[in-house]
């Protein structure tokens, strides 16, 4: 296993499967740096409140019609691309259980009957609304969305940040490790 973050380049089930193998390795570590456990609490509840916020205002009620009944195209195959492997490791820092096959093979590997089945998601799937939503939705509805999710992302941010510098420290003590070796 490498601790190296994974190519963004490489196939969904590889960065899958480094993100599993990575919170096995190094999952206790992880969770035990304050600071990690912090960002993971304050990132669980900005998640709930975006999607509260997104429930309330209706979009996730427009997306789900959209989806079953125009036959949606915004979580469409290939989005799934745009996820790192340090992103889906975020996701099992989290307790999401990152699904390791495709459900429906015109959607993004991730989409599920409810939606997105990952807590944590790009940041290109929690920015983007379609024009059908920003017309539809208040002006004031969509800015406090905006707002909530603004938070949501920096959050996301500096939880990536921190961990890649534990796991670029990490790198740095194995190969350390195996010179003297």
């Known amino acids: 296993m490498t601790i190296h973050p994974i190519s963004l380049d490489s196939p969904i089930k590889t960065k899958i499967a480094w993100a599993r193998d990575c919170m ?3 999952g206790e570590f992880l969770a035990g740096d304050k ?3 912090s960002l993971c609490r304050e990132l669980g509840e900005a998640i709930r409140n975006s999607h509260a916020a997104m429930i309330h205002l209706g979009i996730v009620e427009e997306c789900r019609e959209c ?3 125009r036959g949606g195209s ?3 195959l290939g989005l799934e691309n745009y996820y790192s492997g340090n992103l889906l490791l975020i996701n099992l820092l989290l307790g999401v259980d990152v699904p390791q096959e495709r459900i429906d093979p015109k959607g993004c590997f991730f989409l599920g009957a ?15 609304l379609c024009e059908e939503i920003t017309s539809r939705f208040s002006p004031e509805g969509i800015a406090e969305l905006r707002e909530r999710e ?3 992302v920096r959050l996301l941010f500096q939880l990536n940040e921190r961990i890649l ?3 670029a420290e990490q790198e740095k003590t194995l190969n350390e490790r195996r ?3």
């Open 24 to 26: 096995h390795a190094l």
């Open 35 to 37: 600071v990690i456990t």
């Open 67 to 69: 989806e079953d009944v």
């Open 74 to 76: 915004c979580c469409g």
């Open 114 to 128: 409810k939606g997105c089945r990952l807590a944590v998601r790009d940041v290109i799937c929690i920015n983007y």
């Open 150 to 152: 603004g938070i949501e």
């Open 165 to 167: 510098g534990l796991l």
């Open 179 to 181: 010179a003297r070796a």
